[in-house]
């Protein structure tokens, strides 16, 4: 193996480390973990025209999120992400800045317009570096 390459897939495996023992702890009790995110979930949301039109709380729990919530498609939420994405309005579908816009589109339906927030851009890192960890730990994937 390269000697750049080994050293590389350690650093690697080191800064990823930390995400992987925080992952593995919230295993040992999921549903306080899920509690938790759910709590972030409706704090954020009830502080949206979104959460208010729901009149979702900080304080609600899981059986008043599902009764607030219903199943929706993203053409319920079409003119909100419009107003967002085109209009520039702020607060709409979520608290936090919209750094990032993508569209995308199914084989079904025209372009749908994904905003991105810094925690969900957050989230996405947490998780690659999960999985990058993850390949790396188990020798799934050797650098060379």
Known sequence: MNPVSFLAGKLARVATAP?????????????????????????????????????????????????????????????????TVFGGESGVISPHRIVRVEATSGSTSGVKWIPYTPRMMRTFSRMFALWSHDLLASGIYRPR
């Open 19 to 83: 995400t992987a023992r925080h992952f593995e702890h919230s295993l040992h009790a999921p549903r306080r973990s899920q509690a938790r995110i759910l709590r972030r979930i409706l704090s954020d949301a009830s502080r949206c025209e979104l959460g208010c039109s729901r009149n979702l709380q900080a304080e609600d729990g899981l059986a008043e999120f599902r009764e607030k919530v219903a199943l929706s498609t993203y053409e319920d939420y079409r003119p909100l992400m419009e107003r």
